[in-house]
C-alpha cells in the first residue's frame, strides 16, 4: 500500500532491474546507464512517462500549498505505474537494443523520482532490501 517501506521496495526493485539489465547484478552501487532516446512502443510506457512528467508541478503545489502528503500520494502513483510498465514492458528481453536503452531510461528516470522524493520526506533509501 502506500506506506514507506512500499516506496523503498519500488525504488530497490527499479535498482534490481538495472543491475540485472546492465550485467551488475554483484555490485553493491548501481551504475545508472546514460540515457537514451524514449521509444513508446506500449500504452504502459506511456502512462508512466505522463506521470513522470507531473513532478516539478507537483512539487510547486507542495511549496505553494504545504501539503507534503501530495507527494506521499504521487510516490505511490508513480509506483504503481512503474509496475504496470514493468508487468507490460520486458526490459532485459526488449526486442531491441534501443528498446531495452529506452527502458532503461524510463526505470532511471523512475528510480531518481522515487529516491529525490523519499530524500526530500526524510527517509534514507536502499538499492537492495
Given at each position: ?5 512500499y ?9 534490481s532491474?538495472v ?6 547484478e ?11 532516446k ?5 500504452d ?19 511549496e505553494r ?13 508513480t509506483?504503481q ?17 534501443e528498446?531495452k536503452a ?17 530524500n ?6 536502499v538499492?537492495?532490501l
Amino acid at each position: 500500500g502506500n506506506t514507506a517501506p512500499y516506496m523503498l521496495y519500488s525504488y530497490a526493485r527499479v535498482c534490481s532491474i538495472v543491475r540485472k539489465a546492465i550485467n551488475q547484478e554483484g555490485e553493491e552501487q548501481v551504475q545508472w546507464p546514460e540515457a537514451s532516446k524514449i521509444i513508446i512502443s506500449h500504452d504502459a510506457e506511456l502512462q508512466l512517462i505522463r506521470n513522470l512528467v507531473k513532478l516539478p508541478d507537483m512539487l510547486s503545489d507542495v511549496e505553494r500549498d504545504l501539503y507534503p502528503n501530495r507527494m506521499c500520494d504521487y510516490l505511490f502513483e508513480t509506483s504503481q505505474k512503474f509496475s504496470q510498465f514493468y508487468e507490460n514492458c520486458s526490459v532485459n528481453k526488449a526486442e531491441t537494443p534501443e528498446l531495452k536503452a529506452s527502458r532503461l531510461s524510463l526505470c532511471t528516470a523512475t528510480a531518481s523520482t522515487i529516491k529525490l522524493l523519499l530524500n526530500l520526506l526524510g527517509i534514507n533509501t536502499v538499492e537492495r532490501l
